[in-house]
């Protein structure tokens, strides 16, 4: 163990984009929370972090403001420290071109290196506070726990110093740790789950995308995959629960590819299967699939475990062979429509969510009818739709970008037009049926308490529950609870009902 110790201070943690980016927020939060840092507005805060997106343009300008108004206060600030984070951080020549735009960023962090932090801290905000300091056993070394075939937690770490030999010395901290050619890191940094879990967590379980989709800047930024293994996903999940979690949702670009670079090539079923054994933990969830890494074998063996939600979100992008051709997606539309029809065969009441990109490079109106086509064939329960978005980097970057910004918003609108009304259709078929839900808000409306949670197929329920004063001993429902619902009516979003004791 090594002891470091940090002045208190106050952080702001920014976050843009996915479901990884919101886990490995709440990963950085506990670090800084566990140092005995304090939560703060940006103005007011020592240490700001924002986690960034580059999927589209819109959260990488949000950034890039950010950035800028950060700038300002760090000329009026000696306090500030910025930490950037998430998909704006690539290769190292990204990095250098953000560092010499913006040189007031103080550290550029991947996930998988934010053990960072707390030496960061100690080197950088040390010299700036002057404050009392917290002596705290914080992490092992990366050597105390590697053996020599494990993968290296920091490679090129630099020696930092200590509480102990700090006087006068300044260790010059790297801008950023990138893992050489060959070197995989599969870790996260130990011991930071989130402190306290919320009902529905996060588990990342698989990080970076081996695809290399010609729209999508994810490969650039988030590395090639790694799965995370199967023990410390164990042990991490065990704790999620113990701190309230009763479910999880692995995560993963294609998260069926989870297991295929680990040693014995675990696969996402016996995940799941031994992460059915943990008491408490109620339901098991998971996104995003990839239709040729879903093999029968997996879709039967999670369609057994009575844990696994009978949901599925499987992003398609678009209905025409040759745009996912384009696309570069790795898969037929034939094919993707089998895996989708083998799904249902072997999977009964799944639901169905994708991700669909309108105006991408070249789209005929005939192509994106038959992507249309495709909605009204396949029928899913949710479509996400986006605008395509150029992202510099990326191979259809250097493809021009002729679909109107007004045309593919007239796309987007189509397919959202089109997916309210078989959303609402399909959801019509759930009146007169009771739903598990699992709360995850309540809030008082007139007296009555008013439940906002999902059932096992992922779809929205709200009810309201019986006025706690008229019925003596009526119990109080929390984010966590289940209750039974009767769907009395549906729109394309929701469905809402009253709870009922079977
Ligand atoms: N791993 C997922 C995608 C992750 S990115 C998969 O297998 O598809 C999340 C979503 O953002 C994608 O599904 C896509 O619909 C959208 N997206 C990615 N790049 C985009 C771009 N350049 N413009 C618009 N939308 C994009
Ligand atoms: Fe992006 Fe395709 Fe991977 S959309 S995240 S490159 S599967």
């Not at 739709?385 to 259809?396: D, E, I, K, L, N």
């Not at 189509?414 to 809030?443: C, H, P, R």
Request: proline content about 6%; charged content about 25%; some cysteine.
């Amino acid at each position: 163990m090594t002891t470091i110790s940090i002045p208190r201070g106050k952080y702001h943690i920014w976050t843009v984009g996915c479901q990884m980016n919101q886990a490995d927020s709440q990963r950085i939060q506990t670090m800084l929370d566990e140092l005995g840092w304090e939560e703060a507005s940006m103005e007011q805060a020592n240490l700001v972090v924002l986690n960034t997106c580059s999927v589209r343009q819109a959260p990488e300008e949000k950034a890039h403001n950010l950035l800028a108004q950060l700038k300002r206060a760090k000329n009026e600030r000696s306090d500030l420290l910025v930490a950037l984070m998430g998909c704006m951080i690539g290769n190292q020549k990204t990095i250098d071109a953000l560092e010499k735009r913006y040189p007031h960023i103080d550290l550029f962090m991947k996930v998988e290196h934010a053990d960072i932090l707390p030496r960061f801290l100690e080197e950088r905000w040390t010299l700036i506070s002057g404050a009392g300091c917290l002596d705290i056993e914080f992490m092992p070394d990366a050597s105390d726990e590697t053996t020599d075939d494990e993968i290296p937690v920091f490679p090129d770490l630099p020696t930092f110093a200590t509480s102990t030999s700090r006087a006068g010395k300044r260790t010059v901290l790297p801008m950023a740790i990138t893992p050489k050619p060959g070197e995989r890191i599969a870790h996260y940094p130990t011991k930071i789950e989130p402190a306290k879990a919320s009902p529905s967590a996060w588990l990342p379980i698989v990080l970076g995308c081996n695809k290399v989709c010609t729209y999508c800047i994810v490969p650039y930024r988030r590395g090639r995959e790694r799965s995370r293994p199967m023990d410390e996903l164990m042990i991490e999940a065990r704790s999620l629960v113990d701190k309230g979690a009763k479910e999880l949702t692995l995560l993963g670009q294609t998260v069926e590819a989870y297991g295929l670079d680990l040693p014995d090539q675990p696969d996402l079923a016996d995940l799941m299967t031994n992460l059915s054994e943990i008491d408490g933990l109620e339901r098991i969830r998971f996104m995003t699939s990839y239709p040729r890494h879903m093999t029968d074998s997996m879709i039967e063996r999670m369609a057994h475990l009575p844990k696994v939600c009978e949901h599925l979100n499987i992003p398609v992008q678009s209905g025409d062979d040759a745009m996912l051709k384009r696309m570069k997606r790795g898969y037929s539309l034939d094919e993707y429509v089998e895996r989708i029809e083998r799904v249902r065969e072997l999977w009964p009441d799944i639901t169905l969510s994708t991700d669909i990109i309108v105006g991408f490079c070249g789209e005929t109106e005939e192509e994106f009818q038959h992507t249309l086509d495709l909605l009204e064939k396949i029928r899913f329960d949710v479509v996400h739709v986006a605008a395509y978005s150029v992202r510099p980097g990326t191979v259809a970057a250097r493809w021009e970008d002729d679909v109107p910004l007004a045309e593919k918003k007239r796309r987007l609108h189509a397919v959202e037009e089109i997916q309210g009304k078989i959303a609402f259709e399909l959801n019509q078929s759930y009146v007169g049926k009771v739903e598990e839900v699992m709360v995850e808000d309540t809030n008082m409306t007139h007296g009555r308490q008013q439940l906002k949670g999902r059932n096992r197929g992922n779809k929205l329920v709200f009810c309201p529950v019986p006025d706690s004063t008229s019925s003596e001993g009526q119990r109080v429902f929390q984010p966590g609870d289940f209750v039974h619902v009767r769907i009395e009516r549906a729109t394309a979003w929701s469905l809402q009902g009253e709870a009922v004791v079977l």
